[in-house]
């Protein structure tokens, strides 16, 4: 392999050849799972290794567990690699099984809140905790006047990410989703950004109480289903949302985030989630959790039941609650997905508020 500068990307090839003994070196150690594993690396067999499932019935260590998953990763998470799957398929097959649970959680709550089914009281307990944490942290909902709107990084449901900034984004002109449009609210939001509008297509009249008036154009869209790389077995499912919307999904996430470091919460500072992880990796009184399609998994009617109406209708407004993908129309059961400014914001909000609620202040969960 020739010398190259640090910040060069090598060829797959030369990439995976590098990996094998890193990955040889963490087999080995993997206890009852290393036959297996050095098998699968002297081979190259990268389709055995990303389909190789640790069998927890064999009785190893922690560290063998450990050790395996080390050797598994450096090529279950290599995007680039091909292993003669269909990934965008994979990953909207789990956008569906997704769409299911939420349709099933969202139909548990609506029982629940019509009066037709009866919850445990220890649930029923944690669910008005969580509501009344929210509640006090979020305080009244806010006005339009009162975010910090802003364009985020990525794309529009018309401007492409390669060509995303904010000059691309505003000379596109108004394009929001029917539920911007139905809320009421989108006037409000366009007197916020009175130069955006005049340099567009604006026209002014006199109505017919003599009144001067503005008109825009504002486009109708849903928001569009997209997929991009995450690892060698899957894409990841987001949701493009039309610009408007964005533009006020990021001040409405920012808004909670600074809510949430009321209360300790700063979704903007690792620090002290890499502290804590350090500490746990030293001591091993301390554990981490991912959440398999966590954000996907924030139904509608759960965030109906956990925040207080106004902050709900509020969000419901600038929410996608349709997406476009291959020609067809969906109407989602999830809340809001990633590609939505307020999505992490929210669901960090509502796990903070469930945990607290369900084992106590007390019981354990450092922030």
Request: one cysteine or more; charged letters at 25%; proline letters at 4%.
């Amino acid at each position: 392999m020739a010398p190259c500068a640090w910040d060069t990307e090598l060829p797959l090839n030369e990439t995976l050849e590098i990996l094998v003994p890193f990955a040889l070196d963490h087999a080995r150690a993997s206890g009852p799972y290393a036959a297996d594993l050095v098998k699968l690396l002297e081979s190259r067999d990268w389709v055995g290794l990303c389909a190789y499932e640790l069998d927890y019935n064999l009785n190893a260590s922690p560290s063998s567990v450990l050790e395996a998953r080390q050797a598994l990763g450096f090529f279950t998470k290599l995007e680039a690699l091909e292993i003669g799957v269909d990934k965008e398929a994979v990953a909207f097959a789990k956008f569906v099984e997704s769409e299911r649970r939420c349709q099933q959680i969202n139909e548990f709550f609506r029982m629940r809140r019509l009066g037709r089914v009866s919850t445990l009281p220890r649930l029923e307990r944690a669910i008005l905790a969580a509501r009344r944490k929210i509640r006090r942290i979020l305080g009244k909902a806010p006005r339009l006047r009162d975010l910090k709107l802003a364009f985020g990084p990525g794309a529009t449901v018309s401007i492409k990410r390669t060509e995303s900034n904010p000059t691309a984004k505003m000379a596109a002109g108004f394009e929001c989703s029917a539920d911007v449009y139905a809320s009421g609210l989108l006037p409000e939001l366009l007197r916020e950004v009175p130069h955006w509008g005049h340099a567009l297509d604006s026209a002014w009249s006199i109505d017919e109480e003599g009144w001067l008036v503005e008109t825009l154009s504002v486009r109708l869209c849903a928001g569009k289903l997209a997929f991009v790389p995450k690892n060698a077995k899957t894409y990841r499912s987001i949701v493009v949302e039309p610009c408007l919307n964005g533009f006020v999904q990021s001040g409405l996430g920012d808004f909670i985030a600074r809510c949430l470091r009321s209360v300790g919460v700063d979704i903007r500072n690792q620090v002290t989630n890499q502290e804590l992880a350090l500490l746990g990796s030293l001591f091993g009184d301390l554990a981490t959790i991912d959440l398999s399609s966590a954000s996907d998994l924030i139904a509608r009617e759960l965030v109906r039941a956990l925040l207080p109406e106004d902050w709900y209708q509020l969000l419901c407004a600038f929410r996608t609650s349709e997406v476009s993908y291959k020609g067809k129309t969906i109407a989602l059961e999830k809340f809001s997905s990633m590609g939505n400014g307020f999505t992490f914001p929210l669901e960090t909000l509502i796990f903070w508020a469930l945990t607290r609620s369900t084992v106590g202040d007390d019981g354990g969960i450092v922030q």
